[in-house]
């Protein structure tokens, strides 16, 4: 009772008169459409109208409708469970027989199976979640979005990602830039309204910074790289890669939220910037080659200290006021060490991919139903 059909709601911007005058019907349309729907069921040759006696809150309490059906019936009712056959089938569901204990997924694919191209973004999991990289990229199950899914997090990203490609490619006002491709999303018009705010102010935070900053040159924008470790290519798209007058660069990847933390990066869970520095350095992009001196995160999240209400600039290297984190020439250093550990261990060596290997890194939760998480999570040993 309650759940099927649903307790009426009002509508929060029409009153139900209005509705009525619009011709949409009202939820004593729908109550009686579900009561129609419960009569004609009922008229088949055998019905079985079960319930819950508790659920996952406590006991749970018959339906009035069910508790009348009973009245009703009465001798009758109780005459068709003399075969037992219904109340036998319902205690099946509570005595079934237990289940052996399922493990931690420790799947060991072939060597040949093993050799893949890893992208910059994927090496963070590898080492995180060995298992989650072993079904994103040997696998190669990719999540899917629902239908009809609304847009999420990485949708927005991605949409800031194409707005700052398309301005620094082509130049002009960075509204009608963010205009052009918010028209081009397939979401909901009130998503895009919602959204735009937002963005123009987080994206003139960025445009202010890069006239604020004439020591240093965008060079590359969006741009493709790869380079062999050990006979296995790595690959990754930069988001910005600045030249500095010294001929040094300054690696800048964009982020819609909370960039990784400098412990995290020490941790060796987000390899992203150390590699594509390693890439940098090793003449990985095209257009440029040289000495990385600078690894930056300009993240589009609220910041009290903007002068548009969003956007800051983080970095997990010691320097100026930050006292904390990781000296610039071991910067590099420890991501080729973090690199070349996961592809020895994973990659060219033997090592299970292990579910959540790491459990406090942080992560996704795209292959957790896969992994069947629920069923062994804490129950390792």
């Known amino acids: ?164 490609q398309a301005w620094h490619e082509g130049g002009g006002q960075l509204a009608q830039v963010a205009d052009d491709q918010l028209a081009k999303m397939n979401a909901h018009p009130l998503t895009k309204a919602l959204w735009r705010p937002r963005l123009l102010r987080a994206l003139e935070w960025v445009e202010t910074e890069i006239v604020a900053s004439p020591e240093r040159t965008p060079v590359l924008f969006e741009e493709w790289g790869r380079m062999n470790l050990h006979g296995i290519e790595i690959f990754g798209r930069i988001d910005r890669l600045d030249r500095f007058e010294d001929g040094t660069y300054a690696v800048i990847d964009y982020k819609t939220g909370r960039p990784p933390s400098a412990a995290q990066v020490e941790a060796g869970y987000a390899l992203q910037l150390g590699t594509l520095g390693l890439m940098v350095e090793r003449g990985g992009f095209d257009a440029a080659k040289g000495l990385p001196a600078a690894f930056e995160y300009w993240s589009l999240a609220k910041s009290p200290k903007s002068g548009t209400g969003f956007g800051y600039v983080a970095t997990p290297i010691i320097g100026g006021s930050r006292r904390s984190g990781i000296p610039a020439e071991e910067f590099l250093p420890l991501a080729l060490h973090y690199l070349d550990e996961a592809l020895d261990r994973w990659i060219r060596g033997s090592e299970p991919f292990t579910a959540r290997l790491n459990p406090d890194a942080p992560g996704y939760a795209t292959y957790d139903q896969l992994m069947r998480l629920d069923e062994w999570m804490g129950r390792e040993q």
């Open 1 to 164: 009772e309650g759940s099927w059909p649903a307790t009426p709601k009002t509508d929060s911007l029409l009153a139900p008169p209005v509705l009525r005058a619009l011709g949409v019907p009202g939820a004593d349309f729908r109550i009686g459409l579900s009561a129609h729907d419960l009569a004609a069921a009922l008229g088949a040759p055998e019905v079985v109208l079960s319930r819950a006696r508790r659920d996952e809150v406590g006991p749970a309490i018959p339906s009035r409708f069910l508790l009348r059906v009973r009245a009703l019936l009465g001798n009758d009712l109780l005459s068709r469970h003399e075969d037992g056959k219904p109340v036998a089938l319902a205690g099946a569901l509570d005595d079934a027989p237990p289940e052996p204990r399922y493990s931690r997924p420790e799947p060991v694919p072939s060597p040949e199976q093993r050799s893949v191209r890893i992208s910059v973004t994927a090496l963070d999991r590898l080492r995180s979640d060995p298992y989650q990289f072993y079904a994103s990229s040997i696998l190669r199950l990719p999540e899917l979005d629902a239908l009809d899914a609304e847009p999420s997090p990485a949708w927005q990203g991605e949409l800031a990602h194409d707005i700052l």
